[in-house]
């Protein structure tokens, strides 16, 4: 585990009191730990939904053509 002496605005710190109590958090590390996994969730590696993997599937199974191949049929 690593320790961090960091400076954050009133705003920020009113936020983690607020997540630390709705969660029933123990102190603010946990509340910060909270936050960052829910931003690495949405925002840094969603998931892909269910819908579009079946989508990807489809697409990766369809005709692909050389970019020549490409090239002619535009031609």
């Not at 123990?26 to 936050?35: F, G, M, N, T, W």
Request: proline share 3%; glycine share 2%.
């Amino acid at each position: 585990m690593v320790q961090a002496v960091i400076n954050i605005e009133e705003n920020t710190n009113r936020v983690l009191n607020i997540v630390k109590a709705k969660f029933g958090l123990r102190d603010k590390s946990e509340a910060i730990s909270l936050v960052v996994n829910e931003y690495e969730q949405s925002a840094l590696e969603p998931e892909l939904r269910p819908e579009y993997k079946i989508k990807l599937t489809k697409i990766m199974k369809g005709k692909h053509l050389s970019r020549n191949e490409f090239e002619k049929e535009v031609a």
